[in-house]
DNA sequence: TTCCGTTTAGGCGGTTCGGC
DNA sequence: GCCGAACCGCCTAAACGGAA
């Protein structure tokens, strides 16, 4: 059948960023184009039609296998479009930098709404646009030190202090082990966990991690406070992409407080018993404790997690046999030799 | 008195294990 | 298989104690 004899083929028309949508027919990709270009005035030299759904270019070949009443996007020359994607990207780009009218127009949406999923993503929306992370003393944002004592009076501080409190404990359990450990090898545990103690207070607790003012490296958020979930224990990353700012606002801060420090070697199943298995065997080997507490406090073994991918079961996964001992140091005035592989 | 570091008590939710 | 106890993985708020 010519293409002469067919019916024409019917199609909903929109110019770019336009929600305007104007009903055209034709019996050729050329035809739409130009009745199409008539009716949104724009030129037809350099225009060109492409599907609303995903932004594929309508051409002569694909115009008739494409169902009636079809969405289309009117491009011109420079133009372009990758369907629902480009609306959901210029979408967000409105909320990057949200207007005051945009958000009491949100409040006003929100409060109408009876639909639960609506609400849920209106709420999640005004949520996320009304954080003031930017503001960091408790002058500037009153509301997000609700609660707190008065002496935090930043919020890299109290984030800091929370990371610390954090790091404090975990020492604490290990000190806690001392009784466990033989008598013979007690005091050499108490040495190691003093330590440790001590390049952690040096290190400030590595309370760095939560504080977006420390040095970059040293923190595990941005500059701005955003912090990413670092998946589970097993796996390289989170499959559901989780993020927070705890200095956004007070309810962030408090649903920051749910993300856990996960120990990918577990502290009390592995790295403890094993460190005091490794003093009590030691027969003249000197403990590796740096090893130990790369494990227990620093971002080597730990796991910034949401608690949806915080795993408590058993990682059955053990420390590095090969670290557990300092190398022994060579002898002076013997040059080493290298074994070949 | 205030500040700050540390300890304690308690909460939640999970797994493991042994008795029935 | 079910159930409860014990244990483990985290966390916070409140209390405590020493220093400024």
């Not at 000190?175 to 966990?193: D, L």
């Amino acid at each position: 059948m010519s293409a002469v004899s067919r019916r024409p083929k019917t199609f909903k028309l929109r110019a770019l960023h336009s929600q305007k949508k104007f009903g055209v027919a034709g019996r050729s990709c050329q035809e739409v184009l130009r009745k199409g270009c008539l009716l949104l005035q724009l030129p037809v030299p350099g225009s060109r039609l492409c599907l609303y759904e995903d932004g594929t270019e309508l051409t002569g070949d694909y115009f008739w296998s494409v169902p009636d009443n079809t969405e289309l996007v009117l491009l011109t020359k420079g133009q372009s479009w990758q369907g629902y994607v480009s609306d959901i990207s210029s979408f967000l780009s409105v909320f990057h930098k949200p207007h005051a009218g945009l958000i009491q127009a949100a409040r006003q949406l929100l409060s109408d709404e009876r639909a639960p999923l609506r609400q849920k993503l209106l709420a999640d929306l005004l949520h996320t646009v009304s954080e003031n992370s930017s503001a960091e003393t408790r002058a500037e944002d009153p509301p997000w030190f609700e609660g707190l004592e008065s002496r935090f009076r930043s919020k890299s501080g109290y984030l800091r202090y929370s990371c610390e409190s954090r790091i404090r404990s975990y020492l604490r359990e290990v000190s806690c082990h001392a009784p466990a450990v033989g008598a013979e090898a007690r005091e050499e545990y108490v040495r190691v966990v003093d330590a440790m103690g001590q390049k952690l207070r040096a290190a400030q607790y590595n309370g760095g991690y939560f504080d977006r003012g420390a040095r970059a490296g040293g923190r595990l958020c941005t500059p701005e406070g955003w912090f990413s979930c670092q998946g589970p224990f097993d796996m390289d990353d989170c499959v559901s992409k989780h993020s927070i700012n705890p200095y956004g606002n007070r309810e962030s801060r408090v649903l920051f407080s749910t993300w856990n420090l996960d120990h990918v070697i577990e502290k009390k199943r592995t790295i403890v018993p094993t460190l005091a298995e490794a003093i009590e065997d030691r027969s003249g080997r000197e403990i590796d404790w740096e090893y130990f507490y790369s494990l227990l406090f620093t971002s080597e073994n730990l796991k910034l997690v949401h608690i949806a991918c915080h795993k408590k079961t058993t990682h059955r996964l053990s420390c590095d046999p090969s670290r557990i001992y300092k190398r022994p140091t060579k002898p002076r005035g013997k040059r080493a030799t290298r074994k070949r592989p």
